[in-house]
């Protein structure tokens, strides 16, 4: 049985330490922001220019001009604050950001990251994933453990255009969690029935337990 994409933002969320400053992606990571648990403090922010953003809004509270990087209507929690583009991506250059977490086409077992096109009839979509890759001082990934059409999207190493290299330090899948290491993915939990060998068979590299037994 798989997560949910709730279920996956909800742990991403959980991981998320008091006090961090965190950037979410566009798409999935965006639904992290609704899972932040109430008694931490975890200051959102959002490249277009938000610091302190809060839950998704309600239908009837959306304002389209509060909006966050991925055009959608955000929330903004006392004491947040608006400011220019600019100073954003000063903030994202300038290793203020803790914490990313994005959407990924690939990771590979090293830690580099796919993200920003597909290759062939794809249409690129750079955004701030590049300045966020290289800048914050986490970057983590919450994506789909395999293409629409099964094929994995966890691999040995990289097929598409890089977005980072060596920068992705967990992920998030409806399958399990894990981490880059190296040759191989540590596997830190998987979604319940999932066992390592139907998770080999979705994963394109080495999964390892953190008891090292490899899996595949």
Known sequence: MSWSHDEIAAFAALDIPEGAFVNL????????????????????????????????????N???ELINAGKKPVTLLPGGAFFHHADSFSMIRGGHVDICILGAF???????????????????????????????????VITTHTTRSGA???????????TGRAIVRRIYTDLAI????????????????VSMD??????????VTHHQGTAS
């Open 25 to 60: 992606g566009i798409g999935q990571p965006e639904r992290v922001a609704d899972h932040i648990p109430a008694d931490r403090e975890v200051v959102l922010h959002s490249e277009n220019g938000i610091l302190g953003m809060g839950p998704q809004p309600t239908p009837e």
């Open 62 to 64: 959306e304002d389209m």
């Open 106 to 140: 690939e990771v590979a077992a090293n830690g580099d990251l796919a993200n920003w096109t597909t290759g062939g009839d794809g249409v690129p979509a750079v955004g701030g994933a590049m300045d966020l890759a290289a800048g914050a001082r986490s970057v983590r």
């Open 152 to 162: 994995p999207k966890l691999l040995r190493a990289l097929t598409l255009p890089a």
């Open 178 to 193: 894990l981490e880059p290491r190296g040759d191989a993915f540590c596997v830190i939990r998987t979604a319940p029935g």
């Open 198 to 207: 139907a998770l080999a068979e979705k994963t394109g590299a080495p999964i």
